[in-house]
T-cell receptor, first 112, second 118 residues
Framework: GESVGLHLPTLSVQEGDNSIINCAYS??????FIWYKQESGKGPQFIID?????DKRQGQRVTVLLNKTVKHLSLQIAATQPGDSAVYFC???????????FGTGTSLTVIP | GAGVSQSPSNKVTEKGKDVELRCDPI?????LYWYRQRLGQGLEFLIY????????KSGLPSDRFSAERTGESVSTLTIQRTQQEDSAVYLC????????????????FGDGTRLSIL
């Protein structure tokens, strides 16, 4: 079956630095990808999504990059703030599939 | 409220008891998902409802788990004869239908029910 995994389970960054969280996927048929942020005691919160017809999408302080050749997804957070500390999940989906497949998550800690 | 609502937020029960968890999706969202999240782990898909179609139950771990949904509204997840390994956070998510090439839509999650089996 499909698998979604993250390269780094934990990441610590200084406040104000940029953060990069990576995600690998194995299903070449996946055509929709989402990044979620999960704070302690809360449900995952949608950050940004990208479809396979794009390789980059920007939001407020966040950018998602999709490299379909190597099946790699990344989330870049600019000027990381203490409030960005959380676990970040990537999720993939195919247009014909019901299920979203989630990675195990990367824990981001921002050091003030 | 405008978000996905789950109740109860916390549930502690004895092994062997049945529990029922409730999810109120965002109004107008035809798709509804249940996930299980064990401590420090990712999300494990349980079941998916889409409109009036037959649900995708492929993620339910055993026949002790079942779920229902009334139309496009409330859903309940029932766990019978609970076991200690059922202890986890149970998350519900809903998404809007989308159209054409935008059939995939992001899921919006509730804050989950924290289930503890003694």
């Amino acid at each position: 079956g499909e698998s979604v995994g993250l390269h780094l389970p934990t990441l610590s960054v200084q406040e104000g630095d940029n953060s990069i969280i990576n995600c690998a996927y194995s299903n070449s048929a996946s055509d929709y990808f989402i990044w979620y942020k999960q704070e302690s005691g809360k449900g995952p919160q949608f950050i940004i999504d990208i479809r396979s017809n794009m390789d980059k999408r920007q939001g407020q302080r966040v950018t998602v990059l999709l490299n379909k050749t190597v099946k790699h997804l990344s989330l870049q957070i600019a000027a990381t703030q203490p409030g960005d500390s959380a676990v970040y999940f990537c999720a993939e989906n195919t247009d014909t599939g019901n299920q979203f497949y989630f990675g195990t998550g990367t824990s981001l800690t921002v050091i003030p | 409220g405008a978000g996905v609502s789950q109740s109860p937020s916390n549930k502690v029960t004895e092994k062997g008891k049945d529990v029922e968890l409730r999810c109120d999706p965002i109004s107008g969202h035809t798709a509804l998902y249940w996930y299980r999240q064990r401590l420090g782990q990712g999300l494990e898909f349980l079941i998916y409802f889409q409109g009036n179609s037959a649900p995708d139950k492929s993620g339910l771990p055993s026949d002790r788990f079942s779920a229902e949904r009334t139309g496009e509204s409330v859903s309940t997840l029932t766990i019978q004869r609970t076991q200690q390994e059922d202890s986890a956070v149970y998350l519900c998510a809903s998404s809007s239908p989308g159209t054409g090439s935008l059939s995939n839509q992001p899921q919006h999650f509730g804050d989950g029910t924290r289930l503890s089996i003694l």
